[in-house]
């Protein structure tokens, strides 16, 4: 499992989509903060917290996943990798795994850019500042969210291998079905996997305060992510292992 | 045990046959052509043989052991499958360093199978920007980075310019040399019968014939001979009890290779069998390949 695990972290490392993605989601990220941080005013502890959340490791991450695993099937590399590694299940195993170590790792670059960024700027600008312990308490719950979308990500392009249709897919689900759920429906929609649940992880940044109640506990949405992310493991590996590469 | 075994091995695709009961095995220090018209069977063969495809019926192994069984697979089995293909934006090095990885090879045998193969100036290049020869060596530099003991080789000639043809042959007899099994798939006989030993002949899934080139196909100087009978059935098992090779035409009648009209002849009049037909068969290579075959130059 570990040469696996190493063999898909240079896979990651060895094209430009990787470093890309990074790049996107560092920018963003920090576009979010500057912009907030310069322009907003009289913060609050809760509001510099949440200020901090915005990292948009998240949206990357999960893509990256989709992509590295449906990808395999655009490019054609799936049998050059069965071939290497015929065992699918470790091989699903490995990849998701190494998908969470890659979304923590960029999740943990973003993080740190963000809180430095914003800190700079807001301690420039006499306003409050985050505490150490409310840092470290954003950063775990960022890490711990990007790590579980990048397996899930993995996890739907395992199910829906064709790329463009996942990504498709992941994006409407992300940005018009869970919203349009938590809004109506929020009894079902904080148990969603791109926004109910990892809210639910990170708090109620992002949401507005009466949603931000009907958020699911971090450890409980940890759970509810950890068994999407075994259903599409579960489904995923059925599909893998019952397909003839032809 | 032989490096591969290749026992009643099927595969049905839906409502069709692709791979009818093969049967055969492949000896190392020799090249096997695996050859076949196009739709034949032969890489549904060879994907079955690495576990890619699961066989309806029948084993494929390695010294009796599937391929998803073997412990280190890349050490004991290389293969370089018809449409092999690279992410493109990765270099041919790092795709090396992938598979090393993975398989837990040293690192230092990627610079030799780059060498070994030639692609050691264009190794730090994306994969998007290599032509199809390029690709190919790569491929191959991909299926030797573990030393393997067999090489499995679907149609590798395919997209290649004459050098990068000879190239091949040399690269397949060397590594027949070295004591490795080779089995080198082909729809074009020509392309492979300078360096085969032996063939396996396949069409529409079934055996069409197994053994050295000679036996198999005969050639122009091998003495072979087209039969007919009034029972061709019986006159293929009076052959058979005589120690020769038979091969079912797909005109009908029987092609008995290595033996003469005259000897075939006998054979028939001992075992009661009348005939309709005996002729001896001059023919090329091609000729044979396309009768094997039921190609449209079988006579």
Excluded: C
Excluded at chain 1, 80 to 109: E, Q
Excluded at chain 1, 137 to 156: P, S
Excluded at chain 2, 35 to 46: E, Y
Excluded at chain 2, 178 to 203: C, F, K, P
Aim: aromatic letters at 4%.
């Amino acid at each position: 499992m570990s040469a696996l695990l190493q063999a898909e972290l240079l896979k990651l490392r060895t094209t430009r989509t990787f470093a890309a993605l990074v790049a996107a989601a560092l920018v963003l990220s920090l576009l979010v903060v500057v912009l907030v941080a310069n322009l907003g005013g009289d913060f609050t502890a809760d509001e510099v917290r949440d200020l901090f959340t915005a990292d948009f490791t998240g949206l990357f991450i999960i893509l990256l996943g989709v992509i590295g695993m449906a990808g395999e099937w655009r490019h054609r590399t799936i049998t050059s990798t069965v071939l290497a590694a015929p065992d699918r299940i470790r091989l699903l195993g490995a990849k998701m795994l190494a998908y969470a170590a890659a979304g923590a790792l960029l999740s943990l670059i973003v993080t740190l850019s963000i809180m430095l960024v914003g800190s700079i700027i807001l301690s420039a600008r006499d306003e409050e500042t985050a505490a150490v312990a409310d840092l470290v308490d954003v950063l775990w719950r960022n890490l711990l969210v990007a790590a579980l979308v990048g397996a899930l990500g993995v996890g739907i392009g395992a199910v829906v291998r064709n790329q463009v249709a996942a990504i498709v897919g992941v994006l409407f689900v992300a940005f018009v079905l869970e919203p349009t759920l938590l809004g109506l429906l929020p009894d079902y929609g904080r148990f969603g996997p791109t926004q109910g649940a990892p809210g639910g992880i990170i708090g109620a940044a992002g949401f507005e305060e009466e949603d931000a109640d009907e958020l699911l506990a971090p450890g409980v949405a940890t759970l509810v992510m950890l068994g999407w992310i075994g259903a599409l493991f579960a489904a995923g590996a059925a599909r893998l292992r019952g397909s003839d590469l032809v | 045990m032989a490096p591969v075994e290749i026992r009643g091995l099927s595969k049905r695709f839906g409502s069709v046959l692709a791979v009818d009961d093969l049967t055969f095995d492949i000896a190392a220090g020799r090249v096997t052509g695996f050859l076949g018209p196009n739709g034949a069977g032969k890489s549904t063969t060879l994907r079955a043989l690495l576990g890619l495809v699961r066989p309806t019926a029948g084993t494929a192994t390695f010294e009796g052991s599937r391929y998803d069984q073997l412990e280190r697979p890349a050490t004991k089995v290389g293969a370089v499958l018809e449409d092999a293909s690279f992410h493109p934006g990765r270099t041919g090095r790092n795709h090396l360093r992938v598979l090393a990885v993975t398989g837990r090879h040293p690192p230092e045998r990627i610079d030799a199978v780059l060498e070994a193969v030639g692609l050691t100036p264009a190794a730090d290049r994306r994969v998007k920007g290599y032509s199809m020869g390029m690709r190919q060596r790569l491929a191959i530099a991909s299926a030797l980075l573990g030393d393997p003991e067999v090489l499995i080789l679907d149609e590798p000639t395919n997209g290649l310019d004459p050098p990068g043809i000879a190239w091949m042959r040399g690269m397949v007899r060397e590594q027949a040399t070295r004591g490795r099994a080779v089995l080198v798939s082909s729809h074009l006989l020509a392309e492979v019968a300078q360096s085969v030993d032996d063939v396996v002949v396949i069409a529409k899934g079934k055996m069409r014939g197994h053994g050295t080139l000679e036996q198999v196909l005969g050639g122009d100087e091998g003495p072979s001979t087209e039969v007919r009978s009034q029972d061709d059935d019986r006159l293929a098992r009076v052959l058979q009890a005589a120690g020769h090779a038979v091969t079912r035409l797909p005109a009908g009648g029987l092609l008995v290779l290595g033996v003469s009209p005259r000897e075939v002849g006998e054979i028939a009049h001992d075992g009661g069998v009348y005939l309709v037909k005996l002729s001896q068969r001059s023919r090329s290579l091609e000729q044979a390949f396309f009768a094997l075959t039921g190609g449209e130059q079988a006579e």
